[in-house]
């Protein structure tokens, strides 16, 4: 018999879900739960297509501490979105955004001519005395 209990489905009172302070939850995960609760689930989902990732440099570094935020977003996306986006997802007031287009970077490669690939960022402005925390 102690065989065929191994086999056995633990039961639903055994089953043991971890506590909200043993939960870690990423971005990501976040933004599922998002789109779970929100009644028009087209905006959770836009704010995620919108802002691929925070833009970690040198310069964008010394940026934070004047309030600017880099993000890498959409080649599609505009300053409307990005806006939207930011608020939502980090709970800050916007108050300006700047988009760069960076271009492409011509390569070599095998000896013939090529392209890399060319993304664009936006430099995000938010209201002074407010932080976003930017995992490494």
Do not use: C
Request: hydrophobic share 30%.
């Amino acid at each position: 018999m102690s065989i065929l209990s191994h086999f056995k489905q633990p039961k639903e009172e055994e089953k043991k879900e971890p506590s909200e302070k043993e939960k870690v939850i990423s971005p990501k995960q976040e933004n599922e739960e998002k789109i779970e609760k929100k009644e028009n689930p087209q905006e959770a989902i836009k704010t995620a297509i919108v802002i691929d990732a925070p833009h970690i440099s040198e310069k964008a570094t010394f940026l934070q501490e004047e309030d600017k935020y880099v993000f890498r977003i959409s080649k599609r996306a505009n300053k409307i979105e990005v806006k939207k986006a930011i608020e939502d997802l980090y709970k800050v007031k916007v108050e300006n955004v700047n988009i760069v287009n960076v271009p492409a970077k011509k390569k070599m490669w095998r000896g013939k001519p090529g392209y890399g690939s060319g993304y664009k960022k936006a430099i995000v402005t938010i209201k002074k005395g407010q932080k976003i925390e930017i995992a490494l």
